[in-house]
């Protein structure tokens, strides 16, 4: 394996969750996926998400809860899937690979008994996105250390990466990464620092339960406030925080991706009016570039930003972990409305 510390993107993780306000509601969630057979196994999903609305006098209470557990097979492809609240169609996945496309045929399936802004949906949408970096841990660990070098130029043998330079801001043709990869035949391994507690000792409504992190474990993790807005007005104020970690084999939890966002939304028009993202954590130096995106979002309809990321945000100005984070917006009107009530 491969290691480049000098060409590390920002190391700045973020230390502890802001107290959750009066006047808000907090939407957290997380998918852990364990290989607890071997690298090469089953991977085995375990998804969680709650939503607390916390008054104007500080009195919280939990106001929905989704629990989600899948096996994937090694190619991806879905095994088994159950889910509390119980949804009878998830059966209809079973076989679909979780990747490109998985996403379209998720809502076909799930559509008029799972919601969009629902916390099911949130983590059925989700499970693409976290299942693919969910493969760090194979690489970390060596798990391809057997596998014959990607192709770099005409007529080298082993897995075909050639095509996928401009993918985003790290996959830039001429970034770090790619440079690499043509210079000598290895893909690199990025390595972040440790990951704090994210968990407040004062709060236990803070974050939602989650099941340790096993050996060789991915985390995904999401926090989004979504605060009401002053007497009269009709924005909203949101605060999102997006976490990728690892656990290596002694169980050391190290953080993969981090980004913070900012913003208000305005329901009146059901768009976002203003929105800002910080790199707190990001594998390679070409990695931030695709922070300058943030901003372009700024207008959406709410009701149309995931599919819009999904088909606007691509290339090398762009971040496949900050775009999950920008879609998971769509979700702020679902928690103003549930705010309200």
């Given at each position: 394996?491969?290691?480049?510390?000098?060409?590390?993107?920002?190391?700045?993780?973020?230390?502890?969750?802001?107290?959750?306000?009066?006047?808000?509601?907090?939407?957290?969630?997380?998918?852990?996926?364990?290989?607890?057979?071997?690298?090469?196994?089953?991977?085995?999903?375990?998804?969680?998400?709650?939503?607390?609305?916390?008054?104007?006098?500080?009195?919280?209470?939990?106001?929905?809860?989704?629990?989600?557990?899948?096996?994937?097979?090694?190619?991806?492809?879905?095994?088994?899937?159950?889910?509390?609240?119980?949804?009878?169609?998830?059966?209809?996945?079973?076989?679909?690979?979780?990747?490109?496309?998985?996403?379209?045929?998720?809502?076909?399936?799930?559509?008029?008994?799972?919601?969009?802004?629902?916390?099911?949906?949130?983590?059925?949408?989700?499970?693409?996105?976290?299942?693919?970096?969910?493969?760090?841990?194979?690489?970390?660990?060596?798990?391809?250390?057997?596998?014959?070098?990607?192709?770099?130029?005409?007529?080298?043998?082993?897995?075909?990466?050639?095509?996928?330079?401009?993918?985003?801001?790290?996959?830039?043709?001429?970034?770090?990464?790619?440079?690499?990869?043509?210079?000598?035949?290895?893909?690199?391994?990025?390595?972040?620092?440790?990951?704090?507690a994210l968990e407040l000792a004062d709060d236990p409504?803070?974050?939602?339960?989650?099941?340790?992190?096993?050996?060789?474990?991915?985390?995904?993790?999401?926090?989004?406030?979504?605060?009401?807005?002053?007497?009269?007005?009709?924005?909203?104020?949101?605060?999102?925080?997006?976490?990728?970690?690892?656990?290596?084999?002694?169980?050391?939890?190290?953080?993969?991706?981090?980004?913070t966002v900012r913003g208000t939304a305005d329901l009146?028009?059901?768009?976002?009016?203003?929105?800002?993202?910080?790199?707190?954590?990001?594998?390679?130096?070409?990695?931030?570039?695709?922070?300058?995106?943030?901003?372009?979002?700024?207008?959406?309809?709410?009701?149309?930003?995931?599919?819009?990321?999904?088909?606007?945000?691509?290339?090398?100005?762009?971040c496949t972990h900050l775009n999950d984070s920008l879609?998971?917006?769509?979700?702020?009107?679902?928690?103003?409305?549930?705010?309200?009530?």
């Amino acid at each position: 394996m491969d290691f480049l510390p000098e060409a590390a993107g920002p190391h700045d993780p973020v230390l502890t969750t802001q107290e959750r306000p009066a006047g808000s509601i907090r939407r957290t969630a997380n998918i852990d996926t364990a290989r607890p057979g071997s690298l090469h196994a089953d991977a085995v999903v375990d998804a969680r998400a709650r939503d607390v609305r916390t008054d104007a006098g500080g009195h919280s209470r939990v106001v929905a809860e989704a629990h989600l557990v899948a096996t994937l097979s090694p190619t991806r492809q879905l095994l088994s899937i159950r889910a509390t609240p119980a949804l009878d169609v998830l059966d209809q996945l079973l076989g679909a690979s979780v990747g490109s496309g998985f996403r379209s045929r998720m809502g076909e399936v799930v559509a008029g008994s799972c919601p969009e802004g629902s916390l099911l949906y949130l983590l059925l949408d989700d499970l693409p996105g976290a299942t693919l970096v969910s493969g760090y841990a194979v690489h970390r660990a060596g798990g391809f250390d057997d596998v014959p070098p990607p192709v770099v130029s005409a007529g080298t043998a082993g897995p075909d990466v050639s095509g996928r330079g401009d993918l985003c801001a790290g996959w830039a043709s001429d970034a770090t990464m790619m440079v690499h990869i043509r210079k000598t035949g290895s893909i690199p391994v990025p390595l972040g620092p440790p990951a704090p507690a994210l968990e407040l000792a004062d709060d236990p409504l803070s974050w939602h339960a989650m099941a340790p992190l096993g050996p060789h474990s991915v985390r995904r993790r999401r926090r989004l406030d979504v605060m009401a807005p002053a007497p009269g007005a009709t924005v909203h104020a949101f605060d999102l925080h997006f976490r990728d970690s690892h656990a290596d084999e002694a169980g050391d939890e190290t953080i993969m991706h981090e980004y913070t966002v900012r913003g208000t939304a305005d329901l009146a028009t059901g768009r976002i009016v203003t929105v800002s993202a910080q790199a707190q954590v990001l594998p390679w130096l070409e990695c931030p570039n695709a922070v300058a995106s943030a901003p372009r979002i700024a207008g959406m309809d709410l009701a149309a930003l995931r599919p819009r990321v999904r088909k606007e945000f691509v290339g090398r100005t762009t971040c496949t972990h900050l775009n999950d984070s920008l879609r998971s917006l769509g979700d702020v009107a679902a928690l103003a409305r549930e705010l309200e009530a």
